[in-house]
């Protein structure tokens, strides 16, 4: 079948952010391929970014968005979406791609997913909601956040990141916050991470994958600060693995889902990363789910995610 051949939905346009993942988007040729599809094309740049793009487009009646770049990009582009009421096709051409991996997408070969356009599989999806501000991937609150208000953080990530979490691992530093869980309200945890559905961690193969997108529930997970002497990472690792044996080891990790959570506080603003984009929130922050509140179209190949392994669930 070639181009021609292919039936796509009339008014469709594909933002495209051509910083995103080293130049994914050049790399694996996103451009001609959708303009081939006969999708109409958005670039970001200096002057327009990927919400005010999609937003210009949903005036001129577009009637299907669709979205190339990483998590921040996918992210801009799936609340316009959102709010409009509008289908999304989602490319991965970012460096992580954590919201098109957990959708089963190829990360392999991004153009893939442009087959959506013209034969694509409808699916709702929940949406986090903070502070009138979505996020399809989590809210993080703690060393993440901070580094990401580093000057340089973008040019030298490992190293930013390295000056700033010892901290953390030793007890020093936490977040300037509370939090209810279902072990109690912990006060300055050492890492909050509010997600959109709750991340696998109890088991070191599929760590930090969502095995679904619907749940209608957003997840916690909770790093406490240790007591003295404090526990390096290794052993904050081995302690999960205890967990998720069963055996009864007490664990500085508390993970639960909930409709709502809420970090408290004293604190004028919290730092945090909102799908890896640095913002600093009033408190209370509270988060929320918006069970469905995405349409999206997919293609009708994926190489998919593992089933989840059967492991007790708790809820708050």
Same mark, same amino acid.
């Given at each position: 079948m070639t181009a021609a051949d292919r039936r796509v939905p009339p008014n469709a346009l594909v933002v495209l952010n051509p910083r995103s993942g080293g130049g994914k988007t050049a790399r694996f040729?996103?451009?001609?391929?959708? =303009?081939?599809?006969?999708?109409?094309?958005?670039v970001t740049d200096a002057e327009h970014d990927a919400a005010s793009l999609a937003r210009v487009a949903v005036a =001129?009646?577009?009637?299907?968005?669709?979205?190339?770049?990483?998590?921040g990009t996918v992210s801009a582009v799936a609340a316009v979406a959102a709010d409009a009421g509008l289908p999304l096709v989602v490319v991965p051409a970012g460096t992580r791609n954590h919201f098109a991996r957990d959708l089963g997408l190829d990360l392999r070969n991004p153009a893939s997913a442009l087959d959506a356009l013209r034969d694509g599989d409808p699916e709702r999806v929940d949406l986090g909601l903070i502070g009138g501000r979505v996020f399809i991937n989590n809210v993080s609150f703690g060393a993440y956040a901070d580094a990401l208000f580093e000057p340089g953080y973008r040019e030298a990530k490992l190293r930013t990141f390295a000056s700033i979490a010892p901290d953390y691992v030793s007890g020093q530093q936490g977040v300037e916050a509370r939090?209810?869980?279902? =072990?109690?309200?912990? =006060?300055f945890p050492q890492v909050l991470l509010v997600s959109n559905n709750p991340y696998h961690i109890a088991t070191p193969q599929y760590l930090g994958r969502r095995f679904a997108l619907n749940t209608g529930s957003l997840g916690g997970i909770v790093l406490k600060?240790?007591?003295? /002497?404090? /526990?390096?990472?290794?052993?904050?690792l081995r302690t999960k693995l205890r967990q998720a044996a069963?055996?009864?080891?007490?664990? /500085?990790?508390?993970?639960?889902?909930?409709?709502?959570?809420?970090a408290y506080g004293t604190a004028s603003g919290l730092p945090a990363a909102i799908d890896g984009e640095p913002v600093i929130l009033p408190l209370p922050a509270r988060c929320e789910i918006r069970p469905?509140?995405?349409r999206l179209v997919l293609p009708a190949h994926r190489p998919g995610i593992p089933r989840e392994p059967k492991l007790p669930q708790r809820r708050f």
């Amino acid at each position: 079948m070639t181009a021609a051949d292919r039936r796509v939905p009339p008014n469709a346009l594909v933002v495209l952010n051509p910083r995103s993942g080293g130049g994914k988007t050049a790399r694996f040729h996103l451009r001609e391929l959708a =303009e081939s599809l006969g999708a109409r094309i958005g670039v970001t740049d200096a002057e327009h970014d990927a919400a005010s793009l999609a937003r210009v487009a949903v005036a =001129e009646g577009t009637e299907v968005l669709a979205v190339a770049g990483g998590d921040g990009t996918v992210s801009a582009v799936a609340a316009v979406a959102a709010d409009a009421g509008l289908p999304l096709v989602v490319v991965p051409a970012g460096t992580r791609n954590h919201f098109a991996r957990d959708l089963g997408l190829d990360l392999r070969n991004p153009a893939s997913a442009l087959d959506a356009l013209r034969d694509g599989d409808p699916e709702r999806v929940d949406l986090g909601l903070i502070g009138g501000r979505v996020f399809i991937n989590n809210v993080s609150f703690g060393a993440y956040a901070d580094a990401l208000f580093e000057p340089g953080y973008r040019e030298a990530k490992l190293r930013t990141f390295a000056s700033i979490a010892p901290d953390y691992v030793s007890g020093q530093q936490g977040v300037e916050a509370r939090v209810d869980t279902p =072990e109690g309200t912990i =006060e300055f945890p050492q890492v909050l991470l509010v997600s959109n559905n709750p991340y696998h961690i109890a088991t070191p193969q599929y760590l930090g994958r969502r095995f679904a997108l619907n749940t209608g529930s957003l997840g916690g997970i909770v790093l406490k600060r240790p007591p003295d /002497p404090p /526990p390096d990472l290794l052993q904050h690792l081995r302690t999960k693995l205890r967990q998720a044996a069963g055996t009864g080891h007490p664990t /500085p990790v508390i993970s639960w889902s909930a409709p709502t959570i809420t970090a408290y506080g004293t604190a004028s603003g919290l730092p945090a990363a909102i799908d890896g984009e640095p913002v600093i929130l009033p408190l209370p922050a509270r988060c929320e789910i918006r069970p469905g509140a995405l349409r999206l179209v997919l293609p009708a190949h994926r190489p998919g995610i593992p089933r989840e392994p059967k492991l007790p669930q708790r809820r708050f």
